[in-house]
């Protein structure tokens, strides 16, 4: 039978289409926000391949009537996107700085030591593990990803190539020990069996150990329509409520948060086994009392998004409409994978926007997921002189306007998208 949530895409890459909540099981799942059918959003096109079919696939949350997870079907799994995986974390000295940080804070916290044993899940190519190492404390790195984790062995972290499930947890405990402290960052996200993903991280951690996840906020995406932030590797997103009710199906109770501001709002959820975790912290408290004030604790409560959503869309698409009537020119900068939800979304094909440019070489001389929107160079705004430069990396907003100070020398303007139209002289 065909339903709506069935898959369609001839032999595209995919798994079973969702039809009930992946956290509690119930069939109720109430639409939170539909951004059409959109391409992978990290696949940019080469000339050739913008003369052939492109495969799409629909982009719609959903949030449960019952849990109140907000979910996307497993459409595109991590198994085709991982494995081969492309993106280096030690690439961004921002983000290596943030795991200095965090590793320098939970020594401090947990007061880890040359007999402790820290496992990163997902641990890339160790950008954050070497800090570990250097401090000579055990640790070991689970990555799916073959390449990046060869990277990672290269710097001196003992790395396993693997997806968390329970066995490979407790595989690990058998041949290592429990681990004192079990970390992960932004993939708790992007992994579509999230019960068996948290067993595995219960059977991975000492039985007084902690387990410290970093993940986007969805209270900040609400708050600050960061509806762009949603692709289709990224299943679940969390509010601490349903991130407390996703640690407990693997015996994991939340005890601590932190609020930060990495993607433009996370949070970083502290659990423990549910056997010694005791009372969750103020901390806790407070951030559930906000996310219920701004009514993401029902289902009903989600309603007005994909609203708000529109409207965004409707404030950037006329502008851009009226630039193109005022006979000015729009270009882009970046070439984000979140720029192309934001450019599918709202329509914005070449005729609106000229071009776009990337500091990425590999992107130069390609082509933007279903919009079409050539990739080039960044010296190519300054050749130019555009009138307007539309920045769709909108978290890097202070970073931007510094660095492209030199659009002002010309008149030109920027225009950052979200979470409101803003055009900066
Ligand atoms: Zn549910």
New binding site residues.
């Given amino acids: 039978m065909l339903t709506e949530n069935a898959v369609h895409a001839g032999d595209a890459p995919t798994a079973a289409p969702l039809v ?7 069939a ?2 109430r639409s939170f926000l539909d951004l059409g059918a959109t391409p992978p959003c990290e696949l940019f096109l080469t000339a050739d391949a913008t003369e052939r079919p492109e495969a799409t696939f629909p982009l719609h949350v959903r949030v ?6 907000a ?1 996307l079907p497993p459409l595109i799994t991590p198994e085709e996107t991982f494995t081969e995986y492309a993106y280096f974390s030690s690439f961004s000295t921002s983000w290596v700085e943030h795991a200095k940080r965090f590793v320098d804070e939970s020594v401090e916290r947990l007061g880890l030591g040359p007999e402790s044993f820290v496992v990163e899940v997902a641990s890339n190519d160790g950008y954050l593990l070497q800090h570990v190492v250097e401090r000579g404390i055990r640790c070991l790195g689970i990555e799916p990803s073959v390449n990046v984790g060869e990277a990672a062995r290269e710097k001196g972290v003992p790395t396993l190539t693997a997806f968390l499930t329970p066995e490979t947890g407790a595989a690990v405990r058998a041949e290592h020990g429990p681990a004192d402290l079990v970390c992960l960052n932004n993939v708790y996200a992007h992994i579509p069996d999230v019960v068996g993903f948290t067993q595995g991280l219960r059977a991975l951690v000492a039985d007084d150990g902690w387990v410290s996840i970093e993940v986007q906020h969805l209270l900040t995406l609400v708050e600050r329509t960061q509806f762009d932030t949603i692709y289709h590797e990224h299943f679940q997103y969390y509010t601490l409520l ?1 991130g407390q ?1 996703a640690l407990e199906s693997g015996g994991l109770t939340l005890v601590d948060v932190e609020l930060l501001d990495t993607h433009g709002g996370s949070i970083r959820m502290w659990a423990r086994p549910s056997e010694i975790a005791g009372e969750p912290s103020e901390r806790v408290r407070a951030v559930l009392a906000a996310e219920e004030a701004a009514g993401l604790h029902t289902a009903e409560g989600h309603d007005g998004f994909a609203e708000a959503v529109s409207r965004v869309r409707d404030d950037l698409v006329a502008f851009l409409i009226e630039a193109r009537r005022a006979g000015k020119t729009v270009v882009g900068y970046g070439a984000p994978g979140k720029g192309n939800t934001l450019l599918n979304y709202c329509g914005i094909r070449p005729d609106l926007l000229k071009y776009t440019v990337d500091r990425n070489p590999y992107k130069h001389g390609r082509f933007t997921p279903g919009t079409r929107v050539p990739v080039l160079p960044p010296e190519q705004i300054a050749k130019d002189r555009p009138d307007y430069v539309l920045i769709l990396p909108w978290n890097l907003r202070d970073e931007l306007i510094d660095q492209l100070s030199y659009v002002r020398e010309w008149g030109g303007q920027l225009v950052f998208p979200i979470p409101a139209l803003e055009v900066i002289a």
């Fill in positions: 009930t909540c992946r956290l509690c099981g119930s109720e799942l449960c009537d019952k849990c109140l997870l979910q349903t009710r």
